[in-house]
T-cell receptor, first 114, second 110 residues
Framework: NAGVTQTPKFRVLKTGQSMTLLCAQDMNHEYMYWYRQDPGMGLRLIHYSVGEGTTAKGEVPDGYNVSRLKKQNFLLGLESAAPSQTSVYFC?????????????FGPGTRLLVL | GQNIDQPTEMTATEGAIVQINCTYQTSGFNGLFWYQQHAGEAPTFLSYNVLDGLEEKGRFSSFLSRSKGYSYLLLKELQMKDSASYLCAVTTDSWGKFQFGAGTQVVVTP
């Protein structure tokens, strides 16, 4: 049981390049989330999904797109990377929404945009 | 808007007690969580409060007052490994969206 995994672990992009971050979970969780974490700002929700085939915008969705074609995978895309997107990206999943059900986090992807 | 406030940094000595406060102003409340995050690692779950009062888990306790929009995390018998960032998070709706504070960096000194 690997939990939540993310690939890649680290990436350097040039401004304008595109990339996709992959999140996979093997816990059969319905809910999946993408966050970014910047110094002094805590975790901010980018997009989330409440089930296979569904996505919704979070707090800071601009410049990102997501897809949830399979229940176990949640992809985060950057179509045209900008230096402001330099950050650590965390994926999380949970079985249900709210209540005492916590979110389980992946190890993070460190992205540097030059 | 939504606001979750916690101190930026706290320092304490090994074996001591530290209390990390969290105040929140959110539209709705479904529960409050505390997470621990070591440098370069993912957050890990510590505690959950939905009703007023104190929840105790070994060396860690968490308190909630919904009427005051206030919570604290109490770390007792501090160990060097407790040096980490502690994140306060509130869920405010039925979709499980978490609103996180910026985190409190706890530094434990010998």
């Amino acid at each position: 049981n690997a939990g939540v995994t993310q690939t890649p672990k680290f990436r350097v992009l040039k401004t304008g390049q595109s990339m996709t971050l992959l999140c996979a979970q093997d816990m059969n969780h319905e809910y999946m989330y993408w966050y970014r974490q910047d110094p002094g700002m805590g975790l901010r929700l980018i997009h989330y999904s409440v089930g296979e085939g569904t996505t919704a915008k979070g707090e800071v969705p601009d410049g990102y797109n997501v897809s949830r074609l399979k229940k176990q995978n949640f992809l985060l895309g950057l179509e045209s990377a900008a230096p402001s997107q330099t950050s650590v990206y965390f994926c999380a999943s949970s079985y249900s929404a709210g209540g005492e059900e916590t979110q389980y986090f992946g190890p993070g992807t460190r992205l540097l945009v030059l | 808007g939504q606001n979750i406030d916690q101190p930026t940094e706290m320092t304490a000595t090994e074996g001591a007690i530290v209390q990390i406060n969290c105040t929140y102003q959110t539209s709705g409340f479904n529960g409050l969580f505390w997470y621990q995050q070591h440098a370069g690692e993912a957050p890990t779950f510590l505690s959950y409060n939905v009703l007023d009062g104190l929840e105790e888990k070994g060396r860690f306790s968490s308190f909630l007052s919904r009427s005051k929009g206030y919570s604290y995390l109490l770390l007792k018998e501090l160990q060097m490994k407790d040096s980490a960032s502690y994140l306060c998070a509130v869920t405010t709706d039925s979709w499980g969206k978490f609103q996180f504070g910026a985190g409190t960096q706890v530094v434990v000194t010998p």
